[in-house]
């Protein structure tokens, strides 16, 4: 895919939007540099790579790490869209790779695109949960607790809600938005499903005004 790679970084480069860069740079609070391709031309610029790489069955990291270290944020989208599209060949050591990413230019944007594949891992391999998640639970950095707390957001039914609970218990009294902000959207989407639980968890525990707002919100 090397070839095939630098073409699509140079097509990025060839659609730069200076102006519109700066909106979406603000936008993020100027973490990142951008190059200004909005979602839909990004799309569409990538759709026949993105096409072609998926043919190949298997996950590309070292092409997915080239990606994550160019400075423009579209290009860690890309990245993020290509392993959405092979999230099915995930395998248990690519845990590994998934926690450098999301410790590496982490924002709620590429976080919250990386929680589903841990979640895929997860359910794939539930030993995991053990031998790696718990401890992201109590872990210092902000993002992976709300990994933790997010990555079952589309189990639906199938929500391990021993560890739900774990995670939210442990970090109920954060001051950090998006761990708050992450126990309020994960009891939400999981009142879809289990109201009964989300109501009676959220009358049991002291949660933040915006964990309770969030979550209550279907109940």
């Not at 790490?65 to 248990?92: C, G, I, N, T």
């Not at 053990?130 to 929500?159: A, C, G, H, P």
Request: charge should be positive; glycine fraction near 2%.
């Amino acid at each position: 895919m090397q070839t095939q790679t630098l073409q699509i970084v140079e097509i990025f480069r060839q659609n730069t939007d200076p102006e519109y860069a700066k909106r979406m740079s603000a936008y993020m609070k100027n973490h990142f540099s951008f190059l200004g391709i909005p979602k839909p031309k990004r799309a569409a610029l990538s759709k026949a790579f993105l096409k072609e790489a998926i043919k190949e069955k298997s996950i590309d990291w070292n092409m997915v790490m080239y990606l994550w270290d160019l400075p423009e944020r579209e290009y860690q989208y890309l990245a993020l869209e290509y392993l959405s599209k092979l999230q099915k060949y995930l395998v248990k050591d690519d845990l590994s790779k998934l926690e450098m990413l999301i410790l590496s230019k982490s924002w709620w944007d590429s976080v919250d695109a990386l929680a589903p594949l841990v979640g895929v891992i997860c359910k794939g391999y539930p030993e995991v949960k053990q031998e790696v998640m718990y401890d992201w639970i109590i872990d210092s950095n902000i993002w992976l607790k709300r990994v933790t707390i997010i990555f079952q957001l589309k189990y639906k039914n199938d929500v391990d809600t021993e560890f739900l609970s774990k995670a939210i218990r442990s970090n109920h009294l954060s001051n950090e938005f998006f761990v708050n902000k992450a126990i309020g959207w994960a009891l939400r989407q999981y009142s879809k499903f289990n109201p009964d639980w989300v109501r009676t968890f959220i009358s049991q525990h002291s949660l933040s005004p915006l964990s309770i707002r969030e979550g209550s919100k279907y109940l």
